[in-house]
């Protein structure tokens, strides 16, 4: 461990230096040590267990993660930071669908397939007749915005003596007393 003596003023704690690497053994022991004597570990950072990488830790962090863990010393070997917990959480999941999808479609390109698609037309569409029309009502509805915005009725739609839908209605006529 590298250490560089910095006095600060008005405090008589020295400054560490660690590299960036988790600590070991006599390490953690020196920091607790530290922190049990001032209230903070010596310099403004620790590693991480799983990387290595180095966090601040200060202030209310400092206080809230002590907490957390339950002390100074199990803070110093049980953290891990954000970036390890992550890698941890993606090395757990299982492939995506993606991925699967993509190499599925890699290994039918590879086979140098010839599809039978078919050719697409590209004339303006037919105007539909009647007999159309009603055939295609049979399960599906050509104006339910009239439909829905009518209470369910249809009223003023221009395909209604054509329609062989099964919610075809008209609204009644409420008779005057």
């Known amino acids: 461990m590298a250490k560089t003596t910095v006095k600060k003023k008005g405090k008589k704690s020295t400054k560490i230096k660690i590299e960036a690497k988790p600590l070991t053994e006599e390490q953690i022991q020196e920091f607790v040590r530290h922190y049990n004597e001032h209230g903070s570990f010596p310099g403004s950072k620790i590693p991480c267990n799983m990387t290595g990488k180095l966090t601040t830790c200060v202030g209310p962090w400092m206080v809230k993660k ?26 757990l999941k ?8 993509r190499e599925m479609f890699k290994s039918l390109k590879d086979e140098n397939k010839n599809w039978d698609l078919p050719k697409m037309t ?3 569409p037919k105007p539909m007749t009647d007999v159309d029309i009603a055939e295609c009502t049979k399960t599906v509805c050509f104006r339910p915005d009239i439909f829905l915005n009518n209470d369910r009725y249809c009223d003023g739609c221009e395909f209604y ?11 009644p006529i409420k008779k005057k007393k």
């Open 122 to 124: 590209m004339e303006p």
């Open 66 to 91: 002590i907490k957390e863990f339950g002390g100074p010393e199990n803070l110093l070997r049980k953290y891990k930071c954000r970036g390890a917990i992550k890698a941890k959480k993606e090395a």
């Open 161 to 171: 003596s054509v329609c062989s839908n099964a919610h075809k209605c008209l609204k």
């Open 94 to 101: 299982p492939k995506s669908q993606n991925k699967k999808r």
